[in-house]
């Protein structure tokens, strides 16, 4: 018989790891045009653009960590696709947005050299909502 409780945990971690690579390819492609005009003008090119750059990773391994616990679950099989769908969405949404924010911040930061802090602050309230995705999700498995 087929365990949709199984496609469930690898789709969590695959569809996380779809948003993971968007928002990093928005980020990144902001980071090094930022790069590019610091070049350009004679500026020192900052290399905490590689922080917005790479903060839609970790949605990829909260898609991991949630299918381990899937995997090892009892709960229902239909719950379990169910919630990897969702979930694997949630994070997916979440790298992107933050892939997003990442990018307006390079951009930011590359032109004035200021402003780090603030910036990290709403990549990092873009990450909230993927890590509430698995923690809630590991709560009801």
């Known amino acids: 018989m087929f365990n949709f409780g199984a496609l469930g945990a690898g789709l969590v971690m695959g569809i996380a790891a779809i948003g993971s690579a968007i928002g990093i390819g928005i980020a990144g492609q902001a980071a090094i045009g930022a790069w590019k005009r610091c070049y350009l003008n004679n500026k020192p090119a900052p290399m905490t653009l590689v922080t917005f750059a790479g903060a839609p990773l970790t949605q990829t391994f909260?898609?991991?960590?949630?299918?381990?616990?899937?995997?090892?679950?009892?709960?229902?099989?239909?719950?379990?696709?169910?919630?990897?769908i969702a979930s694997g969405l949630a994070m997916a949404f979440s790298a992107i947005a933050q892939g997003q924010a990442g990018a307006a911040a390079a951009d930011a930061?590359?032109?004035?050299?200021?402003?780090?802090?603030?910036?990290?602050?709403?990549v990092g309230i873009c990450e909230t909502v993927a890590l509430f995705a698995m923690v809630l999700t590991m709560i009801q498995c």
């Open 109 to 122: 930061l590359g032109e004035t050299g200021k402003g780090f802090a603030q910036y990290i602050s709403v």
């Open 62 to 84: 909260y898609g991991f960590i949630l299918m381990g616990v899937m995997r090892n679950s009892a709960a229902d099989p239909f719950l379990l696709f169910g919630f990897g």
